[in-house]
């Protein structure tokens, strides 16, 4: 078992509609919880950042994470043409590690 | 843009070989981060340096080595280079070392060997 899994898709969505993104992570240690997004051949930048359990909201993004499901998602809605890429979950245990998932690639159709 | 710069771009050399791959942090940033990305096995952390000091080591070869110097930038070298290590290098900048804070990445080198 892959320590984070996240299905890769590819995940097509109408424009405006609700898109949910998940991760699952088999590691109880790890406490810092992040979602970046991906445009082909870029680096990687930070959308969400969470740390334990809870929800997090930042315009049209929310971040949850369920510690005793080992369970992340994020939310976005009113998804646009323009957030079409791919989103890695990223985790880390107070710094010792860093692990990604391999990412869901995410199209957004107007 | 980030404010992290990596150099080069682009890097094309030969099974065997040695190259070495430079990251810049942000201004004021203490840790870097190094990074590999390809196809079949996603982003991998490889190796963090905190303000000079080795502070966290991940899936990095011991064919890979890494060194931060005193004015913060990083290099990443390889060596002994296998067609298998053909893949993105990504370095990553942040102010402090525990992973609390945003981790800011550069735009990558894209490695091939052939």
């Known amino acids: 078992q892959k320590e984070v899994e996240q299905d890769p898709g590819p995940l097509s969505v109408p424009e405006g509609a609700i898109v949910s993104l998940n991760c699952t992570y088999s590691?109880?240690?790890?406490?810092?919880f992040m979602w970046y997004r991906q445009y082909s051949r870029k680096g990687p930048e930070l959308l969400m950042y969470?740390?334990?359990?809870g929800n997090k909201e930042d315009g049209r993004f929310t971040a949850q994470v369920d510690k005793s499901s080992k369970y992340i998602s994020l939310f976005i809605r009113d998804s646009q043409p323009s957030d079409s890429a791919t989103y890695l979950c990223?985790?880390?245990?107070?710094?010792?590690?860093?692990?990604f998932g391999p990412g869901t690639r995410l199209s957004v159709l107007p | 843009d980030s404010g992290v710069t990596q150099t080069p771009k682009h890097l094309i050399t030969a099974t065997g070989q040695r190259v070495t791959l430079r990251c810049s942090p942000r201004?004021?940033?203490?840790?870097v981060y190094w990074y590999q990305q390809s196809l079949d096995q996603g982003l991998q952390f490889l190796i963090q340096?905190?303000?000079?000091?080795?502070?966290a080591k991940g899936n990095i070869l011991e064919r890979f080595s890494a060194q931060q110097f005193p004015d913060l930038h990083s290099e990443l070298n390889l060596s002994s280079l296998e067609l298998g290590d053909s893949a993105l290098y990504f370095c990553?900048?942040?102010?402090?070392?525990?992973?609390?804070?945003?981790?800011?990445f550069g735009p990558g080198t894209r490695l091939l060997v052939l």
């Open positions: 990553a900048s942040s102010l402090t070392s525990d992973g609390q804070e945003t981790q800011y």
């Open positions: 590691n109880s240690a790890f406490q810092y």
């Open positions: 969470t740390y334990s359990s």
């Open positions: 990223a985790m880390t245990n107070y710094g010792q590690n860093f692990v």
């Open positions: 201004s004021g940033d203490l840790s």
């Open positions: 340096y905190y303000n000079g000091e080795e502070r």
